[in-house]
């Protein structure tokens, strides 16, 4: 199953402090991950943590973080800043960061490991009433 459990508990302090709503579609509860545990969580966790501080440094009115699935992948998408066209690669690669003190990691390490799973992560087109969205999807084989 999905981390949304997971995610709510740890980030519920955090959200409600920075007035975040934090939704999901049934298509999110309902679908699955093969795999381990220590290899997916800690990517939510990355792309939830990094969606808390760009939606508190640039204030829309309704922050919102949802997540969805269907049958291409899992979506993280939240209404921040958007990820300009030429960072959308360079997000991935270690050492890059626009978050002021950052160290350019989270990403980079979040790409690996799921590649090593036969996973990948990208950023796609927002889907409707966001502005960023990640996608996970299954590399096809």
């Given at each position: 199953?999905?981390?949304?459990?997971?995610?709510i508990?740890?980030?519920k302090?955090?959200?409600?402090?920075?007035?975040?709503?934090f939704?999901?579609?049934?298509g999110?509860?309902?679908?699955?991950?093969?795999?381990?545990?220590?290899?997916?969580?800690?990517?939510f966790?990355?792309?939830?943590?990094?969606?808390?501080?760009?939606?508190?440094?640039e204030?829309?009115?309704?922050?919102?973080i949802r997540?969805?699935?269907?049958?291409?992948?899992f979506?993280?998408s939240?209404?921040?800043?958007?990820?300009?066209?030429?960072?959308?690669?360079?997000?991935f690669e270690?050492?890059?960061?626009?978050?002021?003190?950052?160290?350019?990691?989270?990403?980079?390490?979040?790409?690996?490991?799921?590649?090593?799973?036969n996973?990948?992560?990208?950023?796609?087109?927002?889907?409707?009433?966001?502005?960023?969205?990640?996608?996970?999807?299954?590399?096809?084989?």
């Amino acid at each position: 199953a999905l981390p949304i459990s997971f995610l709510i508990d740890l980030f519920k302090t955090r959200l409600e402090r920075h007035e975040i709503q934090f939704k999901h579609t049934k298509g999110f509860q309902n679908s699955k991950i093969w795999g381990f545990r220590s290899t997916f969580y800690p990517v939510f966790v990355n792309i939830m943590d990094n969606a808390i501080h760009w939606l508190n440094s640039e204030n829309p009115k309704d922050k919102i973080i949802r997540l969805h699935a269907d049958e291409t992948g899992f979506y993280i998408s939240n209404n921040g800043p958007n990820i300009p066209i030429q960072d959308r690669q360079a997000i991935f690669e270690l050492g890059y960061t626009r978050k002021l003190n950052g160290r350019g990691m989270g990403l980079h390490i979040s790409k690996e490991v799921l590649n090593a799973e036969n996973y990948d992560i990208e950023v796609v087109e927002p889907r409707e009433g966001s502005t960023t969205t990640f996608r996970i999807k299954p590399i096809n084989q």
